[in-house]
């Protein structure tokens, strides 16, 4: 299935938003924010339940279970719908400003007529901000420099993150179709990239209209764009495209290799095909003398007539990789499978975790994994952080769940870095944990000179074995700091630590180029979820895209290591 209690709870995010922002009286607003807290708090995989048991988890009402029920079957919520068409498109786009929350989007709209960002630089520009109330000197100067960092205006693309629960919903739902012998997504959301423009929708089927037919009619399209008997281009909510092509069953190979891309990739390996006397496109691949179409089913046939080692999607980017697979050297990149465990998580033992320690290690066990880290928020960090005597309570609670659980519980802390790269707790102390990440979740708009400096004091620290989400960016949200990745990668080097690509699609931090440069410069990787509820154990596979994309093989990832093999990193990074 393909809707995740994270998608739904993202709806519900989205409603919460969408009624503050219409000036919708606080209670109910903070029903809705119940609700979504509770549906990202589910154990449970919400599409595998009826409505009778949505309702019956903890904190889902009845109402609530309504509105997943209709979105799990129809893809959306009639009530979302209707409040996104009440609620101007430019008030939502100032709340990207970060700091700038519903109620000043909400006076800057009513009063000024502000209702996009440019709007608003440009009536900061013009003093216009000053008369309004509440609204002083400083608050003009934050916003200012928000909007700076705000950055170069959206061009379009969405978040992979925002696209691909849809897509592989339609794919699902096409794949039913007797009449489809395959399906899957293709275009930038396969290659994995971290935004993209439209979904691309691929099948195999000898009878196109009738899959065609199948995509207009869907309940998750709500425009249809264009229908021809060859591609058809719906939207599905919120705004994204979504092209369908249909090709015949023996095509599907070449097919996918040129919906995947990207341009230049194919433009690559089109170029061998012309050497070898063969022409490829879209409809197959063909003997140019004999214009005879070779019989491609998959792209892995499509390669091997090239000559060429599959290219897993994420690495056909022109990088080098065809020329790598010419040679014999393409490397081996890290695989789902190699995954062994994951080094960053949260338990509802600090404040922001949404599911206790016992559901997530019961997840994380379901996986698979050898091990899993709980690497609750330390005391440095006021709201949510764990404070030594919490750390020894939890201490007992993991040595019990150890008991009836396989999978090893390591116990961890995700420390905050501090003003001057000054982490939690004390040494004593840090040398009882098993596995800790280091961040930045404080000061995070200090200079990039700044966080450079402090993310390698941390890094000198013995107890810290990887940095998290070491940007901080939030794709589509907040831009990355402007770190000097050259610095760091020497530092993690020199001191043994391991720098984390953070495997949720909202993060993907580091970035895919940062993993290629760090795979160069021999530093060690991990690949984690931060996952601070059940479901999001299962955006790894994004962090391994990821790092496909920068080229990682497994032994570059500490978390392809067998258990021995981790304390042997952490070993080595405490002498
Ligand atoms: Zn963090
Ligand atoms: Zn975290």
């Given at each position: 299935m393909a809707w995740t209690n994270e998608d739904v709870a993202r709806q519900f995010a989205e409603i919460v938003t969408l009624l503050k922002l219409s000036g919708a009286d606080q209670f109910r607003v903070r029903a809705y924010e119940r609700a979504a807290g509770a549906i990202g708090a589910a154990p449970t995989d919400l599409a595998t339940l009826d409505e009778a048991g949505i309702a019956a988890l903890r904190g889902i009402g009845a109402s609530t279970a309504r509105k997943v029920s209709e979105y799990l079957t129809t893809g959306k919520i009639a009530m979302l719908e209707d409040l996104r068409g009440a609620v101007p498109a430019g008030l939502v786009e100032l709340i990207r400003v970060p700091g700038l929350g519903p109620k000043t989007a909400r006076l800057l709209y009513d009063s000024l007529g502000i209702n996009s960002v440019e709007a608003l630089r440009e009536a900061i520009e013009t003093e216009r901000l000053r008369g309004l109330p509440g609204l002083g000197v400083k608050t003009e100067a934050n916003l200012r420099d928000a909007i700076a960092r705000v950055g170069?205006?959206?061009?379009g693309r969405v978040p992979m993150a925002d696209a691909v629960a849809v897509a592989e919903e339609l794919c699902r739902r096409l794949r039913e179709l007797p009449v489809v012998e395959d399906v899957t997504y293709a275009g930038s959301l396969r290659r994995m990239r971290e935004t993209i423009g439209d979904i691309d929708i691929l099948a195999a089927s000898t009878a196109p209209a009738h899959v065609h037919d199948a995509l207009r009619s869907s309940e998750l399209v709500t425009d249809v764009l264009a229908a021809g008997d060859k591609k058809t281009s719906v939207i599905v909510r919120r705004g994204i495209q979504a092209d369908l092509r249909v090709v015949a069953p023996e095509a599907y190979g070449a097919a996918l290799i040129y919906f995947t891309g990207s341009k230049d990739h194919n433009v690559r390996i089109r170029e061998r095909a012309v050497r070898s006397g063969l022409t490829l496109n879209e409809y197959g691949l063909f003997d140019k003398e004999t214009e005879r179409r070779l019989e491609c089913r998959t792209e892995a046939e499509v390669y091997e007539q090239l000559g060429l080692p599959f290219i897993p999607p994420p690495m056909r980017e022109d990088t080098g990789e065809v020329q790598a697979a010419v040679a014999g050297n393409l490397p081996a990149v890290v695989h789902?499978?190699?995954?062994?465990?994951?080094l960053h998580g949260h338990s509802d033992w600090s404040g922001d975790g949404k599911a206790t320690l016992e559901e997530m290690v019961a997840a994380a066990a379901g996986l698979g994994y050898e091990y899993w880290a709980v690497t609750d928020h330390a005391e440095g960090l006021p709201m949510n952080g764990l404070s030594r005597q919490q750390m020894l309570q939890r201490r007992t609670a993991i040595e019990m769940l150890q008991e009836r659980y396989d999978i090893r519980i390591l116990e961890g802390a995700e420390l905050n870095i501090g003003p001057e790269g000054d982490v939690d707790y004390d040494p004593q102390f840090l040398a009882t944990l098993d596995f800790c990440v280091a961040s930045i979740h404080t000061l995070m708009t200090r200079a990039g000179a700044v966080q450079t400096r402090r993310i390698i004091t941390a890094m000198e620290n013995p107890a810290v074995h990887a940095i998290g989400h070491l940007t901080g960016r939030k794709i589509g949200g907040r831009p990355p700091y402007d770190v000097d990745l050259d610095a760091i990668l020497d530092a993690a080097k020199r001191t043994g630590t391991a720098l984390e690509v953070n495997a949720s699609p909202h993060r993907l931090d580091i970035s895919s180029d940062m993993v290629r440069r760090a795979v160069e410069a021999g530093v060690t990787l991990t690949i984690s979820c931060d996952g601070h509820s059940v479901g999001d154990l299962r955006s790894m596979r994004y962090g391994v895209g990821t790092a496909q994309r920068g080229w990682a093989t497994s032994q570059d990832v500490l978390n392809c290591r067998p258990l021995d093999g981790l304390f042997d990193f952490v070993a080595a990074k405490r002498t």
């Open positions: 170069a205006k959206d061009t789902l499978e190699d995954i062994r465990g994951d």
